[in-house]
């Protein structure tokens, strides 16, 4: 795809999330869809690979949770992956702070690459298991935001997420569709992490019928030390 119908297509999606996408944007956002299909050749970074389903799937995607993000926001972005939804927000909001997060080392010199040649600002990318992050103090209950895309269950992601953010602060998770149940599960658990679900918004995105829902979770009260759990607990015994 050349760069003239690349731009032509994202703004036309931008415009349904009310963003203005400019030149120096798209610039930005048509290297990284180069970069990931060049890496995506040597690991595994997405199964997606259409171009027009990279721009709605994964970029735009993860702009829809842009609106939630106040001003100059120090966010964190769990098992990010190829970078979503943390480089996509990036590139439009370069007033916030990110920390990407992922525990494959390969994947983190992908995202590196990326910060690099994209010259991105006030963003970093970290190796580690989420649940030793978490209990790491530099970071530790310091985020004003956490947010995740199709990481785990409410309930673990609950476990991941929540300990990261400072009391006020708030969790986004993206999430697919039918989650009711899994919001029942994780009620106490949130709880008992501080936290209390503030927002839940169904949504499709155009062009594409597969529901998805963004949950907003606010921290009222700090987390315990004993979370999260050690690695691997979490995913394998989430709380209830």
């Not at 389903?53 to 994964?58: P, R």
């Not at 970290?126 to 995740?148: P, W």
């Not at 907003?216 to 015994?237: L, Q």
Request: net charge positive.
């Amino acid at each position: 795809m050349d760069k003239k119908e690349f731009e032509k297509i994202f703004k036309e999606y931008a415009k349904h999330l009310n963003i203005e996408i400019n030149n120096k944007q798209i610039k930005k956002f048509y290297q990284y869809m180069n970069l990931l299909l060049e890496w995506n050749q040597k690991i595994n970074l997405t199964a997606i690979i259409d171009y027009k389903d990279i721009i709605l799937k994964h970029f735009v995607d993860s702009l829809t949770i842009e609106k939630y993000i106040e001003k100059s926001s120090y966010l964190v972005d769990i098992g990010t992956g190829a970078g979503f939804p943390g480089i996509p927000l990036k590139i439009v909001r370069e007033d916030i702070k990110i920390v990407l997060v992922d525990s494959l080392n390969k994947r983190v010199q992908f995202l590196n690459e990326v910060i690099k040649k994209l010259e991105l600002q006030n963003i970093e990318a970290i190796h580690a298991r989420v649940e030793e992050f978490g209990k790491n103090k530099r970071y530790r209950e310091s985020f004003d935001i956490a947010t995740s895309r199709a990481v785990a269950n409410m309930s673990t992601l609950s476990e991941y997420m929540i300990p990261l953010v400072k009391v006020n602060g708030k969790c986004i998770c993206m999430k697919g569709k039918e989650i009711e149940k899994e919001l029942e599960d994780a009620k106490n658990a949130i709880k008992i992490l501080g936290g209390k679900v503030l927002e839940r918004k169904e949504f499709q995105l155009i062009d594409d019928d597969i529901n998805r829902n963004i949950i907003v979770i606010a921290k009222e009260k700090s987390t315990s030390s004993k979370y999260p759990r050690k690695p691997g607990i979490p995913a394998k015994e989430p709380l209830k």
